[in-house]
T-cell receptor, first 111, second 112 residues
């Protein structure tokens, strides 16, 4: 069974601060995705990283895939209250046709 | 396009009752998934399907059954509900293995 560990589990910060969320595994994944989920809704994809060492930027969000394709990080610069939500990482096993999700990081950004 | 829809949105069952959750997608996706999400936790895969007529077990399949008779529909059944099955259930679909998963709005199930 492939497991993904996310840290921290909860994060509460002030508007304007920077933060980093981590997603770690002992398994290698074909690709890794980050989703954001708001209360009462399903997760929505933020980014997919495929190549070891890959860095992708989405406005104030920076995503990195580890060289060995076992871990990833999400960095948010100058967080805003609109960034509040549950951030989930998901490792894909394309051969099996399924993904494994981490337990998520609940982020609260206070104005 | 409606994307992924789930029926019902809410349901309360008594222990031992049965029910079926319906997931429908209009994106012609091959892969469909059923997850459950408990408070403070991520998504755990119950069952999934890699195409019409196929199903496979995920991480937590016990107590659930599924069917994929039509490509656009994926049904999740609870034969004899238990309080431990109280959860929010999400359906998702994707065109390619490892691709972006599109999620439905969820079904909140309470088993008393």
């Amino acid at each position: 069974t492939q497991l993904l560990e996310q840290s921290p589990q909860f994060l509460s910060i002030q508007e304007g601060e920077n933060l980093t969320v981590y997603c770690n595994s002992s398994s290698v994944f074909s690709s890794l995705q980050w989703y954001r989920q708001e209360p009462g809704e399903g997760p929505v994809l933020l980014v997919t990283v495929v190549t070891g060492g890959e860095v992708k930027k989405l406005k104030r969000l920076t995503f990195q895939f580890g060289d060995a394709r076992k871990d990833s990080s999400l960095h948010i610069t100058a967080a805003q209250p609109g960034d509040t939500g549950l951030y989930l990482c998901a490792g894909a096993n394309t051969n099996a046709g399924k993904s494994t999700f981490g337990d998520g990081t609940t982020l609260t950004v206070k104005p | 396009n409606a994307g992924v829809t789930q029926t019902p949105k809410f349901r309360v069952l008594k222990t031992g009752q049965s029910m079926t959750l319906l997931c429908a997608q209009d994106m012609n996706h091959e892969y469909m998934y059923w997850y459950r999400q408990d408070p403070g936790m991520g998504l755990r895969l119950i069952h999934y399907s890699v195409g019409e007529g196929t199903t496979a077990k995920g991480e937590v399949p016990d107590g659930y059954n599924v069917s994929r008779l039509k490509k656009q529909n994926f049904l999740l059944g609870l034969e004899s509900a238990a309080p431990s099955q109280t959860s929010v259930y999400f359906c998702a679909s994707t065109r390619l293995a490892g691709g972006e998963q599109f999620f439905g709005p969820g079904t909140r199930l309470t088993v008393l």
